[in-house]
């Protein structure tokens, strides 16, 4: 089994900037380790549905981003640490929610009900 631990999230003024880590350890169902698959990160507010907001393939060759996030949020990953990052810049206050990292996508990647395996969350915070 995977398990997947977040940090990094807290309280930031508008514009200002955080960065999110997720440490993988395990192996997944599918027989893959971290290095062979994909991570990527969601975000929940509350009220909301859980929504995609990036993606990165096995290799860190490709990476997908939603629209809102573009431009300001900028995913990597680090195979020798198991460890995917979130770097978020220019932060607003409509990006303030629970940010959950996922791993090993059954299919579309930018599709929550393809993971399987799931962190605990961090509450990101943007003040105005």
């Known amino acids: 089994q995977v398990q997947l631990v977040e940090s990094g999230g807290g309280l930031v003024q508008a514009g200002g900037s955080l960065r999110l880590s997720c440490a993988a350890s395990?192996?997944?169902?599918?027989?893959?380790?971290?290095?062979?698959?994909?991570m990527a990160w969601f975000r929940q507010a509350p009220g909301k549905e859980r929504e995609f907001v990036a993606a990165?393939?096995?290799?860190?060759?490709?990476?997908y981003y939603a629209d809102s996030v573009k431009g300001r949020f900028t995913i990597s990953r680090d195979n020798a640490k198991n460890t995917v990052y979130l770097q978020m810049n220019s932060l607003k206050p409509e990006d303030t929610a629970i940010y959950y990292c996922?791993?090993?996508?059954?299919?579309?990647?930018?599709?929550?009900?393809?993971?399987?395996?799931w962190g605990q969350g961090t509450q990101v915070t943007v003040s105005s």
């Open positions: 395990g192996r997944a169902a599918s027989g893959r380790t971290f290095s062979s698959y994909a």
């Open positions: 996922a791993a090993d996508p059954r299919g579309d990647l930018k599709n929550p009900l393809f993971y399987d395996y």
């Open positions: 990165i393939n096995w290799s860190a060759g490709i990476t």
